[in-house]
């Protein structure tokens, strides 16, 4: 997602209040999202479909059945039959009809509780392989992501939405199927009731609507609420980490950093819940006022039912069953209602996640990309590179004209700021540049497959990543394809003279290493640095970066790793990175960077000769050793 030069600042993303239409528009997230749940497991989704339908019949059948049952017994009671006992009763066979319309419905009764175990049991299978597959996909693609869309703020806050939108969407599956069986059960019972009075059903719809109305309104801005707040959330999640942190705790505690952490996290959260709270009582409140024309609705229609019974026109039976019709019909056509709010609401959220899924990384390789060349013959040429952070007003690096030469180790030595690793970051093409182009055996940069690219350089960055896994793991995901390579894990060790602190571990290069579980064993930033490093010479790439990654080590164990490094880098190019002067005196070549351009190229000696910043910054350095 590289800026042009002359874009301008994104603005941050709000989003207030969804319209009637954008409700409406996001229900086309629907289908794809059902064929998500499709594609999880067909097998899965027709068992609870299926199982769904036969249940949504059940209400109707059994309310039917115990119309059946107390028109039989008022017709017994109108026999007068006398009978004292049940045994004899039983035996007279007047009771034959009674007695199997109740096993009939004991029968149905027990069916349904299994049927809704079932559909439980379905769902439940079924939410977790989706959730699982969502998260898998998720993560496929921010792998293919730019490093700047990690970078950009509101890129971030879209992250954070579809992680959190992935765990929590089978709520939707569940409730989509759910309205589905409903609404079979509504047209069932609607059936019934359009035989005895068809205008109750009418009744039933007017006195509903106000409350969907309000559901939906609510839906909508507790959608808005959570939208507007994701950046917050964000903080939230970081200050409660940072607060209770295995990697933070050393500073919290030294610096009595808790308090301020704690009241920083409780009043971000008193804000987000006061505006929370606002919400759910406005919304309790006219629920309550809306719901109550649906009351009123529904005791119209029963005194109406009432009235016809005590005129004859019904029986007994007649006013149980379409009582009972009714009440149900008010419940499910009110939660149908209140439902499809609730779904709109959903497709809002699933509008997160699939714009996630939307956005394209701009660092792409080619169709036609070329394979990187086996040997590099002559290397690496910036041409007038320039390169600008997005929405930064400075440019990181401008007009470098160089060469990195096949073979050849340089050095790159710059204050902070110079623009170091953003040189590295553009030539393993975390970046593109926005001006000028860099070459590699006289091609561009660009015109070579990106994954087989990168798979030839091998980079170590200062911020390297303290992977929770075995000692021999964190050396094994230099070369993901070699993991199980355990000789090749070992010379890696063996090159970054790692192999001696892992196999001083409890159970060497299977020890898990971090602290974050509980058999873990902690190590210092210095013997981290040197699995990191062994993790570079992992991959055993073509080209080797190390940007200061001895910056936990001694003087003398980051001269020893250097040492080893330019013996290792024989027939190799290799590019260093190291604030310590000293080190990179057995570079070919140093580059010096100030500003984001370069000031000055040579050797050692050149460059000590010439007097120039880096003769300063030399002098300097080694006055403190004095």
Do not use: C
Request: no cysteine; proline share 4%; aromatic share 10%.
């Amino acid at each position: 997602m590289a800026a042009s030069p002359s874009a301008p600042p994104k603005p941050r993303r709000e989003r207030g209040n969804p319209s009637l239409r954008e409700r409406f528009d996001a229900m086309r997230n629907l289908p794809p999202f059902l064929r998500q749940i499709w594609d999880t497991s067909p097998g899965l989704t027709l068992t609870s479909l299926g199982l769904r339908l036969i249940r949504a019949l059940m209400p109707v059948v059994m309310l039917y059945i115990g119309k059946l049952i107390i028109d039989e017994a008022i017709r017994l009671v109108g026999l007068d039959l006398r009978f004292e006992e049940l045994g004899p009763a039983v035996r007279s066979g007047d009771l034959d009809h009674l007695l199997w319309l109740l096993g009939l419905e004991l029968v149905l009764a027990v069916a349904s509780d299994l049927l809704g175990r079932l559909v439980s049991y379905a769902d439940g299978l079924l939410s977790e392989l989706f959730t699982n597959a969502s998260s898998v996909r998720l993560m496929e693609h921010a792998a293919t992501l730019d490093l700047e869309d990690f970078e950009d703020p509101d890129l971030q806050d879209k992250l954070d939405r579809a992680r959190r939108l992935t765990m929590s969407r089978m709520n939707l599956m569940s409730q989509l199927f759910g309205q589905a069986q409903d609404a079979v059960t509504v047209i069932a019972f609607a059936t019934g009731l359009l035989v005895y009075a068809p205008w109750l059903i009418l009744l039933l719809a007017v006195a509903l609507v106000p409350a969907f109305v309000g559901e939906a309104h609510f839906n909508a801005l507790g959608y808005s609420l959570n939208y507007q707040w994701t950046p917050e959330r964000r903080q939230l999640e970081y200050l409660r980490q940072t607060g209770a942190s295995v990697e933070t705790s050393k500073e919290v505690k030294i610096f009595n950093l808790h308090r301020f952490l704690i009241d920083r996290y409780r009043t971000l959260a008193e804000k987000f819940y006061l505006a929370n709270r606002a919400l759910a009582r406005r919304r309790a409140l006219w629920g309550t006022l809306l719901a109550a024309l649906g009351t009123l609705g529904y005791y119209v229609a029963y005194a109406y039912i009432a009235w016809r019974t005590v005129r004859g026109d019904f029986s007994i039976g007649d006013l149980t069953f379409l009582a009972g019709s009714f009440r149900r019909l008010r419940q499910l056509l009110e939660g149908l209602l209140v439902g499809f709010s609730q779904v709109a609401g959903q497709a809002l959220y699933l509008d997160d996640l699939y714009s996630f899924f939307e956005i394209e990384p701009e660092i792409a390789s080619k169709p036609d990309a070329l394979p990187v060349p086996r040997p590099i013959a002559r290397g690496f040429a910036f041409e007038n590179v320039g390169f600008r952070y997005p929405d930064a007003e400075t440019w990181a690096l401008r007009g470098l004209e160089f060469e990195l030469r096949a073979g050849e180790v340089l050095a790159l030595v710059g204050e902070n700021g110079a623009g170091k690793t953003t040189l590295v970051k553009l030539l393993a093409r975390l970046y593109d540049p926005d001006e000028g182009r860099i070459l590699l055996d006289g091609r561009d940069l660009r015109d070579y497959d990106l994954d087989d690219l990168r798979a030839n350089i091998g980079v170590i960055f200062q911020d390297f990543v303290r992977y929770h896994l075995s000692a021999g793991e964190n050396i094994g995901v230099g070369r993901i394809e070699a993991m199980d390579d355990a000789a090749r894990i070992r010379e890696a060790a063996r090159r970054a003279m790692a192999d001696e602190l892992i196999e001083s571990l409890p159970q060497e290069y299977d020890q898990l290493i971090g602290r974050r579980f509980k058999t873990g064993v902690d190590l210092s930033g210095g013997q981290w640095q040197k699995i990191a490093i062994a993790r570079a010479y992992m991959r055993d790439a073509q080209v080797m970066i190390l940007d200061e990654p001895t910056a936990a080590l001694d003087a003398r164990a980051e001269f020893e790793v250097f040492q080893r490094f330019k013996e290792l880098s024989h027939r190799r190019t290799a590019v260093l990175i190291s604030h310590r002067f000293s080190s990179v005196r057995m570079a070919d070549r140093i580059l010096v960077l100030a500003g984001g351009r370069l000031e000055a190229s040579g050797t050692h000696a050149e460059l000590m000769a010439q007097g120039g910043r880096y003769a300063e910054l030399f002098e300097l350095q080694a006055a403190g050793y004095r």
